[in-house]
């Protein structure tokens, strides 16, 4: 057999540099893959807060740019009381408007919403707005914002929707060891 060909086939040491490379790859790739999932429901939760905002100005429409009086928030659905996802249903359309994608508490199937009421802007008339004297201005009132940090994968805080319809990111700053 001086003249028989060699079968291809890999060394030990061309195998571990091989499973070595992938698993340097996928050590890589799985945070970042959680990176970009974790913002892309933030970014989701945001636009949830833009139809919340779209719908109070339908809702102004109807009743004289003068802002609903609900509750902050309710522990059930089944408690009859003006919350956001009872009074703007019918302004926003689709009762999911009201669920943050990052919302794995299951306070949207519990309480009808991910999202907090500011109840300090109850009966307020946008244009004149007051809260505690201090902001008078409608972009600096918050009117709803996620009930917990559901956007800590996405390094992110709670969203908030302000009473002139900007939503923005609000970062958290933790002190001291997680």
């Not at 429901?41 to 339908?58: D, M, P, Q």
């Not at 199937?109 to 008078?136: A, C, H, P, R």
Request: aromatic fraction near 8%; charge should be negative.
């Amino acid at each position: 057999m001086n003249g028989a060909r060699r079968i291809g086939a890999f060394t030990l040491t061309e195998v571990l540099v091989v499973i070595s490379i992938i698993g340097l790859v996928a050590a890589i790739a799985v945070p970042t893959t959680r990176q970009i999932r974790a913002n892309a429901k933030s970014t989701k939760c945001v636009a949830k807060l833009r139809g919340i905002g779209i719908g109070l100005s339908n809702y102004f429409f109807d009743h004289g740019t003068t802002f609903p009086e609900l509750v902050t928030a309710r522990e059930s659905k089944n408690e009859d009381v003006p919350a956001i996802d009872t009074v703007l249903l019918p302004y926003v359309q689709d009762e999911f408007v009201f669920e943050c994608p990052s919302d794995h508490q299951g306070l949207f199937e519990e309480t009808g919403s991910s999202y907090f009421w500011n109840s300090l802007v109850n009966g307020q008339k946008l244009g004149s707005m007051d809260l505690f004297g201090l902001i008078k201005v409608e972009t600096g009132i918050p009117v709803a914002s996620d009930k917990e940090n559901f956007h800590e994968d996405a390094n992110d805080g709670v969203n908030v929707l302000y009473a002139d319809g900007h939503v923005l990111r609000e970062l958290q700053f933790v002190v001291g060891p997680r």
